[in-house]
């Protein structure tokens, strides 16, 4: 167990819908990251927040957009759903600094299936 | 785009022999190289890292090489236990964004 907590488990919605996944990082990790693993893809980089401010972006659509509260969780919020948005969404995070380098922790991931 | 390339999508290695996955990288700035492992229903854990200062990094069973000016990286464990079968994934980067592979799927054989 990581103590990185993700829900829910398993997501399923139709195209064009709003979803919200929800990431609990680590206790004292103030930083959290959001991933993408499509079939037959690697992880793909999303987003990091570091303590409530956004601190790195990757490829993630306009469509996504995600958050982190004061007490330190995270939410990705995909919308306009389409097909190809299936796939493995993975929270993780990392230590005190936000800096580089540092060791991230995922979640079991929250898996979601647009039909 | 594929930054991070695992060519290997499956091994399989008897118990006690050597296992060895491999993973090439295209970006001459990535200056941290991580392997994780992933058991099906669980995110990716933490296995072995190694910056670009270095060309072999050891814990335990586990070795990573680097070889920087072939953009390569190796994980070797020795021995292999049937408790290591999982997906590997490589991961290069610098800062706070890395680039993962897509895996290779690891069986070790009793």
């Known amino acids: 167990d990581s103590g990185v907590t993700q829900t829910p488990k398993h997501l399923i919605t139709a195209t064009g819908q709003r979803v919200t996944l929800r990431c609990s990082p680590r206790s004292g990790d103030l930083s959290v990251y959001w991933y993408q693993q499509s079939l037959d893809q690697g992880l793909q980089f999303l987003i990091q927040?570091?303590?409530?401010?956004?601190?790195a972006k990757g490829n993630i659509l306009e469509r996504f957009s995600a958050q982190q509260f004061p007490d330190l969780h995270s939410e990705l919020n995909l919308s306009s759903l389409e097909l190809g948005d299936s796939a493995l969404y993975f929270c993780?995070?990392?230590?005190?600094?936000?800096?580089?380098?540092?060791?991230?922790?995922f979640g079991p991931g929250t898996r979601l299936l647009v039909l | 785009d594929q930054q991070v390339k695992q060519n290997s999508p499956s091994l399989s290695v008897q118990e006690g022999r050597i296992s060895i996955l491999n993973c090439d990288y295209t970006n001459s700035m990535f200056d941290y190289f991580l392997w994780y492992k992933k058991y099906p229903a669980e995110g990716p854990t933490f296995l072995i890292s190694i910056s670009s200062i270095k060309d072999k990094n050891e814990d335990g069973r586990f070795t990573v090489f680097l070889n920087k000016s072939a953009k390569h990286l190796s994980l070797h464990i020795v021995p292999s236990q049937p408790g290591d079968s999982a997906v590997y994934f490589c991961a290069a980067g610098t800062g706070n964004q890395f680039y993962f592979g897509t895996g290779t799927s690891l069986t070790v054989i009793p």
């Open positions: 927040y570091y303590n409530g401010e956004e601190r």
């Open positions: 993780a995070s990392s230590g005190y600094s936000g800096g580089a380098y540092e060791t991230q922790y």
